[in-house]
């Protein structure tokens, strides 16, 4: 069994029920490390970025972007994957700083907000991608994405994803899962599944603990027959180069390059997914003004 970053599948026998079981310690901390976020921008991308992660694990060819428009100080939470496993994001207020809760969680919830707009992309790599969005009833991000599930696309789901976060702000462990439960499943097995999860500890103190991934999922589908269908691994990845922080340049337009030769005497592109920084001389922008014209 793997013990990096990886998501697990699993189908119930003779049902159309599906289990994914991720574990994403590894992934978080470096979106941690490169975005410098507080501890509860790192649980709030850190969930978001597992999640994804299972979603981008669904068909081949598949991207899925995530995108939530919060209410609360967090501002914005974007995150991406893809059927090959990699996944990157970001959150708009990665310093961000707000009471726990009386239980002396980190409260992801008031950072982002009840009432913030949750949106999916499913870019099938053909045709036009496919958006759906909600009102996040919580603002947890897995509670919702659940509603999510059931709202926007007709498929009745559970969805947890937690992110324990040591006193120096690092990511001791990190992960999720998600279960279809598609129309028309038998109500004695939708029963199971939901004492199966109100047993279940966090997910993320699961791991922490020393439990793996078919552990959590043997604890999930205890008492169904199931079986393993697909693990794949999973990793931060941002595709970011000279050549794309010089195409961002060239939007810009010629004034604003013209600006930045006269003002600045250099420019400056920043890659939000990875804190990148490419760095064009006088004498770069001036090439790129001969391009254009």
């Not at 913030?116 to 994405?145: F, K, N, T």
Request: proline share 4%; glycine share 10%.
């Amino acid at each position: 069994m793997n013990t990096g970053d990886h998501v697990l599948r699993a189908m119930v026998e003779d049902t159309r029920v599906v289990a994914y079981v991720a574990s994403s310690t590894h992934l978080v901390e470096e979106a941690r490390s490169l975005h410098g976020t507080s501890p509860v921008a790192t649980a709030s991308l850190g969930r978001a970025l597992t999640l994804v992660g299972i979603m981008g694990a669904v068909s081949q060819d598949q991207r899925v972007s995530l995108q939530i428009r919060c209410r609360g100080p967090l501002r914005g939470v974007y995150v991406q994957g893809n059927w090959k496993g990699e996944v990157r994001g970001y959150v708009s207020e990665p310093f961000v700083i707000v009471p726990p809760r009386k239980d002396g969680k980190l409260n992801v919830e008031e950072a982002i907000g009840p009432g913030s707009q949750l949106i999916v992309v499913r870019d099938l790599g053909w045709g036009e991608p496919w958006v759906g969005s909600v009102a996040m009833p919580r603002g947890g991000i897995a509670y919702d994405l659940a509603y999510y599930f059931t709202l926007s696309e007709g498929l009745p789901s559970a969805c947890s994803a937690g992110v324990y976060v040591g006193r120096d702000g690092e990511v001791l462990s990190a992960g999720g899962f998600i279960i279809h439960t598609p129309s028309g499943t038998d109500e004695e097995i939708v029963r199971i599944l939901e004492q199966n999860i109100a047993r279940l500890q966090p997910i993320s103190f699961e791991l922490f603990s020393g439990k793996s991934s078919k552990d959590i999922m043997d604890e999930l589908l205890q008492g169904l027959a199931y079986r393993i269908v697909g693990e794949n691994t999973r990793r931060y990845h941002c595709p970011c180069s000279m050549a794309r922080a010089k195409r961002a340049l060239v939007l810009l337009g010629k004034k604003e390059i013209e600006r930045l030769m006269r003002e600045e005497g250099r420019g400056e592109v920043r890659c939000v997914f990875c804190n990148r920084l490419y760095l064009f001389t006088k004498s770069d922008l001036g090439d790129l003004l001969e391009e254009i014209e």
